[in-house]
């Protein structure tokens, strides 16, 4: 993994962030049928399961103090992540199940 003050420009920044990008958009995509797929196992209403969450961006800060990733950035994003999934799984336990209630 490359530092930051390993790079000689700003195109090869850039170049290195869409190469990245290339290699997380599959995985995010993963991610996202992992997340479809546990609508079929739980209720409307455990779907935002903020005990799970909050283990998550535990293991998440874990593993950023472990690559040397900044915490707050690493926390920060998959919260994003993870509340545009919940409505994901909502949506998905809408079209699996009906409407709630």
Same mark, same amino acid.
């Given at each position: ?19 990245? +990008? ?28 903020? +005990? ?50």
């Amino acid at each position: 993994m490359k530092r930051a003050e390993d790079y000689a420009s700003l195109a090869e920044v850039r170049a290195e962030i869409d190469r990245l +990008d290339r290699l997380l958009v599959p995985l995010v995509a993963a991610r996202g049928q992992a997340v479809l797929a546990a609508a079929r196992f739980k209720s409307f209403a455990e779907v935002p399961a903020p +005990d799970r969450v909050e283990q998550v961006v535990g293991n998440v800060r874990r593993l950023a103090r472990e690559h040397g990733a900044d915490e707050r950035v690493v926390e920060a994003t998959w919260r994003a992540m993870i509340a545009a999934f919940i409505e994901a799984e909502k949506a998905e336990h809408i079209r699996l199940h009906g409407p709630p209630g």
